[in-house]
């Protein structure tokens, strides 16, 4: 460190513990510049926390410079943004040293900042400061105030996360002073000076000025190094005043294009390619940061989309995990209707195996009825036919008698005598499969396919035919003409 700057720094602790115009006690040393002092005070009567400002005693004597330090002390207080940091009191110490009190702030400059990440910012938190200290100088160009020293060491980044400004101004007092080099020197201001400030045109230096050190500021956060690099500071200073500005993306590639852009248009040579205004480049730099922020959503977007097996799934390998199938816990109710456990046809019981499923189809069932029927007939007519005995006369059932000779009746009555029971039949098992059945409770009726059913025959009670002699009863009339005998069921 050069022997002026330890002299200040000597300068600035000697006056720790002392009170200025029996107000503010000066309790430790904040920062010293080539220009002024900052101390942490507390007034005395109100016992507010305080910062106060004081002016090197050697440029106080310097009755202009002591007018111009509290005037443009006070332009913060016009711009009327919060960003910037309000002075609340000015007076002059028992040396003659002038000073202003301001608000304290509780956090650190973005050169702090820098230097403690590597000296390297993020490019969200790199355009978020920027655009918020492009809207302080908007505000601030808006009302004539030009601040003309912009570095991260006059930016102040609070506990909150808000960005303050200060020094507003310190840039044109500096100009007048006779000190200029040194502290010139010591801000370190060349690097952050735009080609017509380098080169001494103070009439040039205007809002567009202003736009150029917020470029320069941005492209030091990015990069990690100043615009221009030098061994000492005249020579960045001569590379000020002569060299373009290279692109952001020679030292921070990983700058989105979009972005780079903004920057490079604010650090342009010639001031008519740089932005128009502060208003303008903080459009353009948030409009940038939202195409990109949308690119970046679009591309999670895809990712999110691209088909990839689970992360727990592998395609070989004794230790692949074992993938347990998933059961849906689902009951299919299927209406079934079962058959009745016994069924007669044509008197003969068909006993039907429960697990059995049928087949057929439903006239083979109503044949079969039909035949036993028919048989029973025929035994009974076999058996009126065979006998021309008399039959007993004490229930008649059946009378056939003619005109020519007696009659002959047939009688059935129920006999205790057994008569010989009909052979067994075995009707054709009736299956059905895969057929929906009707309830055993419905009347049985012909059904169209596929709901065919089973009409269940029931035989008559066991019946016996016996044959009883009837006494014949003799015409008086002759015999009877072949043409009568003829009509006789019964004649031989």
């Known amino acids: 460190m050069p022997m002026a700057d330890h002299d200040l720094s000597d300068g600035a602790k000697a006056r720790v513990g002392t009170v200025l115009s029996g107000k503010y006690r000066l309790d430790r040393v904040l920062g010293v510049g080539g220009m002024a002092s900052v101390y942490a005070a507390t007034h005395l009567r109100n016992a507010n926390v305080v910062a106060v400002k004081v002016l090197h005693r050697e440029l106080s004597i ?19 943004h919060p960003g910037t940091v309000r002075v609340l009191d000015d007076d002059t110490a028992e040396d003659g040293s002038v000073f202003i009190v301001m608000d304290l702030l509780d956090g650190e400059t973005l050169d702090a900042r820098w230097e403690r990440s590597g000296r390297r910012l993020g490019v969200s938190e790199v355009v978020t400061l920027m655009s918020e200290l492009l809207e302080i100088l908007a505000a601030a160009h808006a009302r004539g105030v030009i601040h003309r020293d912009l570095k991260p060491e006059n930016l102040f980044v609070t506990r909150e996360g808000k960005l303050k400004v200060l020094d507003f101004g310190v840039a044109r007092l500096r100009e007048g002073s006779p000190t200029q080099t040194r502290t010139g020197a010591v801000f370190g201001t060349p690097a952050f000076m735009p080609p017509e400030q380098a080169l001494g045109r103070t009439s040039e230096v205007d809002a567009l000025s202003d736009v150029w050190a917020v470029g320069a500021t941005a492209f030091c956060l990015l990069g990690g190094r100043f615009v221009h690099n ?4 005249e020579e960045i200073l001569v590379r000020s005043a002569t060299e373009p500005a290279p692109s952001v993306l020679e030292v921070a590639p990983d700058v989105p294009p979009a972005i780079a852009r903004v920057i490079d248009r604010a650090l342009a040579f010639n001031k008519r390619d740089r932005w128009e205004s502060a208003a303008a480049m903080r459009a353009a730099l948030l409009s940038a940061d939202s195409a990109d922020r949308s690119d970046d959503d679009s591309d999670d977007e895809e990712d999110r989309t691209r088909i990839a097996l689970p992360p727990k799934m592998t395609l070989r390998g004794e230790d692949a995990p074992v993938l347990e199938p998933t059961v849906a816990k689902e009951t299919l109710e299927i209406t079934t209707v079962p058959l009745p456990p016994a069924s007669t046809v044509a008197g003969i019981e068909s006993h039907s195996e429960p697990d059995r499923t049928r087949r057929g189809f439903p006239f083979v069932g109503l044949a079969a009825g039909g035949l036993g029927i028919a048989v029973l007939v025929a035994l009974a007519l076999a058996l009126g036919g065979g006998s021309k005995q008399s039959l007993s006369a004490a229930t008649p059932a059946v009378s056939h008698t003619s005109s020519a000779e007696a009659a002959i009746t047939v009688s059935v009555p129920v006999s205790p005598t057994p008569a010989p029971h009909p052979p067994a039949i075995e009707a054709p098992v009736v299956s059905f499969e895969a057929l929906p059945m009707a309830p055993s409770t419905a009347k049985a009726t012909a059904a169209k396919p596929p709901a065919p059913t089973v009409t269940p025959v029931v035989a008559p009670p066991k019946t016996t035919v016996a044959v009883t002699p009837v006494p014949a009863q003799v015409s008086p009339r002759a015999s009877p003409t072949a043409s009568s005998r003829s009509r006789d069921p019964l004649a031989p």
């Open 230 to 233: 030098g061994t000492t500071v």
């Open 62 to 80: 310097d009755a202009g410079l002591r007018a111009r330090f509290l005037r443009e002390g006070y332009a913060a207080n016009s711009v009327g």
